[in-house]
């Protein structure tokens, strides 16, 4: 029975019996830990999470001017934002609101012309999504816009242009440099052609200090465009490419008259601007043009006369050499 003996002095032993209770000990509170915690996470109650609301257009309409006053006097800049986005969609949709800032911009007086011109570009920032230009692309805004540059030309002296290293665009007046900003918007999207019957080149562009004769003027008109690079030259090279524009370059002594006519002619077919506007109304109506028919071999002959590719890396000007036909004589 010696293994028995050994074994009831180990039991004996106070080092194993410590080890045991310390072993016992832990197992026990971390049974009660553990149960501790499931209890816990049993009886948990989550917040409730905050229901999202939207402001709907009926919600929108349904605000007084007496309540969106106040909103804007919030402290909380968020709820400004949005009375103010809610006031500026209201008056760039209200076509009286537009036609009064638009007589604003043509006052003699600076300051109701800056005023005018601010709040045009803060109604045009902050209603972002929406088609703004679309309200201003009509013969009565570009005339003001150009009648607006038209008085700033007595506000200060135009600066001399005759230095083709100096750029003066930043130094000219606010009320000229928020009028381009107009410009240059409404022409990247919808040409120039409508500028150009506002005069904008008679009323402006040719009252500025380009030299003293007429070869001096066409001179530094040149290299004002070649070496420059600001609005005035982007909303000039819009004018550029049209027939109504270069004439009217022309007329004022800007452009020789050999240079335009060869610009004209290098002009291609695909981006020539319509010279007289599309009719409307009824009689539009009745001018819908005949179908012809044709008979297979001439529908194909017209279809091979009119594929081309056109290859131009946009350093220069758009011409006639750059517009590769195919060649008639190849099969379709």
């Known amino acids: 029975m010696s293994w028995t003996n050994s074994l009831l002095s180990l039991a004996r032993d106070e080092r194993i019996i410590l080890v045991s209770l310390g072993l016992a000990t832990f197992g026990i509170v971390n049974t009660i830990f553990t149960a501790l915690t499931m209890i816990r996470d049993d009886n948990e109650i989550p917040p409730p999470q905050p229901k999202t609301q939207y402001i709907t257009q009926d919600t929108e309409d349904s605000l007084q001017i007496e309540t969106l006053e106040k909103l804007l006097d919030h402290p909380n800049y968020s709820i400004r934002e949005i009375a103010i986005k809610i006031l500026c969609d209201r008056a760039v949709n209200d076509a009286e609101v537009i036609d009064v800032l638009l007589y604003e911009i043509t006052r003699p007086n600076y300051n109701d012309r ?4 601010r709040t045009l570009a803060l109604l045009t920032g902050q209603t ?4 703004n230009l679309e309200k201003l692309h009509n013969p009565k805004a570009y005339s003001a816009l150009v009648r607006c ?3 700033c030309l ?9 230095d083709s290293h100096w750029d003066e665009y930043y130094l000219r007046d606010m009320a000229e440099r928020f009028c381009f900003m107009f410009i240059i918007e409404l022409v990247n999207k919808y040409g120039a052609n409508m500028l150009v019957k506002s005069q904008f080149v008679e009323k402006w562009l040719a009252k500025q200090d380009w030299g003293d004769d007429p070869e001096q003027r066409r001179r530094s008109f040149k290299n004002y465009m070649q070496f420059r690079a600001n609005r005035i030259v982007e909303i000039v090279d819009k004018i550029r490419i049209s027939r109504r524009g270069l004439r009217a370059l022309e007329k004022v002594g800007l452009i020789d008259k050999e240079n335009s006519r060869r610009r004209i002619r290098e002009l291609p077919d695909l981006i020539m601007e319509i010279e007289e506007e599309s009719p409307s109304g009824p009689l539009a109506e009745q ?5 012809r028919e044709h ?3 001439e529908q194909r002959l017209r279809r091979q006369h009119r594929e081309a590719m ?4 946009g350093t220069r000007p758009l011409g006639r050499d750059d ?3 195919r060649d008639h004589g190849s099969p379709a």
Do not use: F, H, Y
């Not at 800056?114 to 011109?117: D, E, I, K, S």
């Not at 972002?128 to 088609?131: C, E, N, P, Y």
């Not at 007595?154 to 005759?162: M, S």
């Open 114 to 117: 800056m005023r005018g011109l």
């Open 128 to 131: 972002l999504g929406l088609d």
């Open 149 to 151: 540059l038209e008085l």
């Open 154 to 162: 007595a506000d200060c002296k135009p600066p001399r242009l005759t």
């Open 287 to 291: 001018q819908v043009p005949r179908t």
């Open 295 to 297: 008979s297979a071999e």
């Open 310 to 313: 056109v290859l131009n890396d």
């Open 323 to 325: 517009i590769i036909e």
